[in-house]
């Protein structure tokens, strides 16, 4: 194939990828909003938070949760062990008096296992999935249930903010730029129709769309909002709705997720042929301009440099592969930065964007590998939510009496912790944003 013509199909995918579908996405959203229908509903819920070995974490993300601005009689908090070693168990069982109810698993399967078990035993109408790591806003439930009162609506996705540090590295500062371009993103999908997935600190489906899915399924937020909108239902993006965590501190940490991500991906795509179907899968456009590109986006980096290379002697193929060289040289120098203090966003962008698809090749080696374990190890200690209930990042302690919510806690026969719960309310520290 001509160089001319591999080069320009390389560079206009890759414009589309990253401006053209965002720019596409605004204008279909101002000439056909299809906006949900939102309203003060009061659905029950049920919060489940699947864990493994989160003792430090576990009492703050419960406090957390029980000091959520939701009435008591409707909803209902699920902690769900999956074979912790440490004492999380023990932990969470301390609260059962105030109405946690705790499923402690003997050996760990992975969170996809446990969905599948304990979803149809959630006794919400409407459910909730979050991590041990992140702190909801108080008012985050009220928000994600708004939706709902759309009988369109089958999942809703909040709203994850990233807290950086007053001096961010180049890694943390290059992740705030993108995470702030999906969420732009999402946003705009959810007025023209659905997002493709949901963010998985923070979603919310109807119970009765709940379809089991494969134990080693690594992206559970994509694969059940993808079947909800399967059968018919929107994912819509609830920006009122937030969660907090602490952007990544290094590039090691983002790689790490983002590989585990990006194979999913793969997964998902070679394992789920009507995801790429259009007249299976209404969002085909989307999930091909939103996932499906990134994933060849390496290659399509490769071959618009090698075009470029090939051309050099035209004076016009000259200036593009200097602006290539230009743009790698800039992420060379970020990632040499990566961990220094704050820098400008003409080094922290190409170099999460050389993170992401460096990221995305090494997501592909590990989907060939069959190295796709649906457990997760969690990153370092230092990443865990600083104290208590507390949210990560610049927030302000704010004491709050939890009141008994009545009802018990129940625990699996083949728990071996065992701690007597409190008698009486007990007073925790709860960080809201400032």
Known sequence: MDARLLFWVAVLLLLYEHAGYPLLLRIWAALRPRPPRRAPILPSVTVLVVAHDEAERIEGRIANLLALDYPPERI???????????????????????????????????????????VPRARGDIVVLADARQR?????????????????VGAVGGELILLQDPEASTAEEGIGLYWRY?????????????????TGAIYA??????????????????????TIIRRGHRVVFEPGARAYDQAAKTAREEWSRKVR??????????????????????LFIQTVSHKGLRLVGPALLVVALAASLRLAADPLYRVFLGGQVAFYAAALAGGLRRNAGKRPAFLALPYVICLLNGATVAGLLRFLGGRLAPTWERASSRRRAAGGAGSPGRLEPEPVLLAPRGGQG????????????????????????Q
């Open 205 to 226: 489906f109807r119970r009765d769309l709940f379809e089991p899915i494969p134990e080693d399924t690594l992206l559970d937020d994509v694969l059940i909002p993808m």
């Open 410 to 433: 129940e625990v699996m026969p083949q728990d071996p912790h065992h701690e007597e719960a409190p008698k009486a309310p007990v007073a925790h520290t709860v960080h809201r944003l």
């Open 182 to 198: 999906e969420k732009w993103v999402r946003l705009n999908e959810s007025r023209v129709d659905s997002t493709v997935g949901a």
């Open 261 to 282: 991500t990006l194979a999913g991906n793969f997964q998902l795509f070679a394992r789920h042929g009507w995801l790429l179907d259009p007249r299976r899968n209404r």
């Open 76 to 118: 209902e908090i699920l902690m769900a062990s999956d074979g912790s070693t440490d004492a999380t168990v023990g932990a969470a069982r301390r609260y059962e008096r105030l109405g946690v109810r705790l499923v402690a698993f003997a050996a760990r399967r992975g969170k996809p296992a446990v969905l599948n078990d304990l």
């Open 136 to 152: 909801f806003e108080t008012t985050a439930l009220r928000a994600l249930v708004a939706p709902f009162a759309d009988p369109r």
